[in-house]
């Protein structure tokens, strides 16, 4: 897994970190313990323990300054609207798979 962080504000940077990553789902052992670190977030699908094995920076010098103008809580209140069972129901439909076609398991590990 690669997570990128960029600089939209202040000196231009660019991190990357490069590592792999676990799954963690609602049903896994090791949810209840990492998921209270978290805010609350409705509809939470799964968090995941990433082992870097690797960190760099580069100069962010053609990274666009962007203004942060607040938080969208649309996905809250659709997630909230939905009900875990409405939850359920979409990703059944929706996500089981990756991007790169990788199962999710999603709905078997939502608990």
Not at 83 to 111: C, F, R
Request: aromatic share 12%; with cysteine; glycine share 8%.
């Amino acid at each position: 897994m690669t997570i990128m962080f960029c600089a939209f504000d202040g000196k231009p940077l660019i991190l990357r970190l490069y590592g792999s990553a676990k799954v963690i789902h609602k049903s896994d052992h090791e949810w209840n313990n990492l998921f209270p670190l978290f805010k609350p977030l409705p509809g939470a699908r799964q968090i995941f323990d990433v082992t870097i094995d690797l960190v760099q920076t580069s100069c962010g010098m053609a990274v666009p300054y962007f203004s942060y103008a607040g938080d969208r809580e649309l996905l809250s209140d659709w997630a909230k609207k939905k009900g875990d069972e409405g939850l359920k129901h979409y990703w059944e439909e929706k996500n089981q798979m990756s991007i790169d076609g990788i199962p999710t398991h999603i709905v078997a590990k939502s608990g």
